[in-house]
T-cell receptor
Framework: GAVVSQHPSWVICKSGTSVKIECRSL??????MFWYRQFPKQSLMLMAT?????????EQGVEKDKFLINHASLTLSTLTVTSAHPEDSSFYIC??????????FGPGTRLTVL | AQSVTQPDIHITVSEGASLELRCNYS??????LFWYVQSPGQGLQLLLK??????LVQGIKGFEAEFKRSQSSFNLRKPSVHWSDAAEYFC??????????FGAGTTVTVRA
């Protein structure tokens, strides 16, 4: 149990386009989902926290107009990178939580912006 | 704010040898501490966690960790590593608003 999936696992896009990444909790309802960003050989940095039906809470320094987060249901949250640029290239990881005492992580999405 | 530090960027260990990964925390009160493992193509997997109680915590895959308040440490150990233990290991702490803060990670290489 407690499986989290992400789609796509890998995406390449042109500079200026938008990319949507999906995060799904497959076998449980996630009241809270978290989005992280991981640069190569570095740690995970929390970008934002989203609760179902509410606006996401962004961490300091994260542009909310660039990284749009939608948590429309208890099993799905999406991260849209708008007008992507090469510096947005990174590994994006989501996690889902049902009790807040534990987060279950997705396998990540590698974004490459050309 | 709470934070954790992992002093070792990379550790190489022989298969069958013991492994210890260091983690130091910075927080006044008793912290919530976690160890995760990240393997290529897989999501982070929780190895173990400490909230309170017994300071020696048993986790999955034969791992254990010991909370030492006097040393502000939460080191991860495994008595005998397997080749499949080669991965990236992250120590993390959780804030009161349930946000995780990760250390920089330690890459473990297992040699035959």
């Amino acid at each position: 149990g407690a499986v989290v999936s992400q789609h796509p696992s890998w995406v390449i896009c042109k500079s200026g386009t938008s990319v949507k990444i999906e995060c799904r909790s497959l076998d449980f309802q996630a009241t809270t989902m978290f989005w992280y960003r991981q640069f190569p050989k570095q740690s995970l940095m929390l970008m934002a926290t989203s609760n179902e039906g509410s606006k996401a809470t962004y961490e300091q320094g994260v542009e909310k107009d660039k990284f749009l987060i939608n948590h429309a249901s208890l099993t799905l949250s999406t991260l849209t990178v708008t007008s992507a640029h090469p510096e947005d290239s990174s590994f994006y990881i989501c996690s889902a939580s049902r009790t807040l005492n534990e987060q279950f992580f997705g396998p990540g999405t590698r974004l490459t912006v050309l | 704010a709470q934070s954790v530090t992992q002093p070792d960027i990379h550790i190489t260990v022989s298969e069958g040898a013991s492994l210890e990964l260091r983690c130091n925390y910075s927080y006044g009160a008793t912290p919530y501490l976690f160890w995760y493992v990240q393997s290529p193509g897989q999501g982070l997997q929780l190895l173990l966690k400490y909230f309170s109680g017994d300071t020696l915590v048993q986790g999955i895959k034969g791992f254990e960790a010991e909370f030492k308040r006097s040393q502000s440490s939460f080191n991860l150990r495994k008595p005998s590593v397997h080749w499949s233990d080669a991965a990236e290991y992250f120590c993390a702490t959780r804030s009161n608003d349930y946000k995780l803060s990760f250390g920089a990670g330690t890459t473990v290489t297992v040699r035959a």
